[in-house]
Nanobody, 124 residues
């Protein structure tokens, strides 16, 4: 069982930055840790993911070059550093965990555990 708690959301102007944190409790070794987001009226979409044992990462095209996912294995925390934020990045951001390898780690159906979400609002 993995329990996830996100923090770090807030309101920023376009062009600003935020860093989201996801604190995990439970065994997250060899686990895909992903960040997803869901804007009002839209499907939940994958943003970035990191495989904890190798550090392999995956990003959605819409955030490449602007967002960076990283981890602190000692603290069992995964971060999402978001820069050059745009109004279209406004959404509730969720942390998720999927034990074991999976192809296409930005597919929400692969994930077993989810956090409660944190709101990110970018004003233009």
């Amino acid at each position: 069982q993995v329990h996830l708690v996100e923090s770090g959301g807030g309101s920023v102007p376009a062009g600003g930055s935020l860093r989201l944190s996801c604190v995990a409790s439970g065994d997250t070794y060899s686990t895909w840790m992903g960040w997803f987001r869901q804007a009002a009226g839209s499907e939940r979409e994958g943003v970035a993911a990191i495989f904890t044992s190798s550090g392999s990462t995956e990003y959605a095209d819409s955030v490449k070059g602007r967002f960076t996912i990283s981890q602190d294995p000692a603290l069992n925390i995964v971060y999402l550093q978001m820069t050059a934020l745009k109004s279209e990045d406004t959404a509730v951001y969720y942390c998720a965990a999927r034990p074991g390898w999976a192809n296409n780690p930005l597919t929400k159906g692969h994930y077993n555990y989810w956090g409660q979400g944190t709101q990110v609002t970018v004003s233009s």
